[in-house]
């Protein structure tokens, strides 16, 4: 008899249960999709903001338990912008303070 470390990853009808390998990112349009590379910017869906990964403030709300379920994760500055996210003021004080300008004109 042969076990070994896929048993359990097949449902009853053949497929695989396990997630496909990779990251989930979030596109210019919002939407996720899948992709072989992690993310370099990570957001938080519900205020629409977006930082570097090792920011204080978005490392102190996720050890705290909040908002890991709206978190997202993005290749790219650009691609955050265009998906309609700010930067954050702690992280990215100046991106913040011209975005802020911009919006003020």
């Given at each position: 008899?042969?076990?070994?470390?896929l048993v359990?990853?097949?449902?009853?009808?053949?497929?695989?249960?396990?997630?496909?390998?990779g990251?989930?990112?979030?596109?210019?349009?919002?939407k996720?999709?899948?992709s072989?590379?992690?993310g370099?910017?990570?957001?938080y869906?519900?205020?629409r903001?977006?930082?570097?990964?090792?920011?204080?403030?978005?490392?102190?709300h996720?050890?705290r338990?909040?908002y890991?379920?709206?978190?997202?994760?993005?290749?790219?500055?650009?691609?955050?912008?265009?998906?309609g996210?700010r930067?954050?003021?702690?992280?990215?004080?100046?991106r913040?303070?011209?975005?802020?300008?911009?919006?003020?004109?």
């Open positions: 008899m042969v076990h070994s470390a359990g990853t097949r449902r009853f009808d053949g497929t695989d249960s396990a997630p496909a390998p990251y989930t990112l979030t596109g210019v349009d919002g996720p999709y899948r072989d590379t992690a370099r910017f990570g957001g869906r519900r205020g903001i977006y930082g570097r990964l090792d920011c204080p403030s978005a490392l102190r996720i050890a338990g909040n890991v379920r709206h978190r997202v994760f993005f290749a790219d500055e650009a691609t955050a912008v265009a998906a996210y930067p954050c003021s702690v992280c990215l004080p100046h913040h303070r011209a975005w802020r300008e911009g919006e003020a004109s």
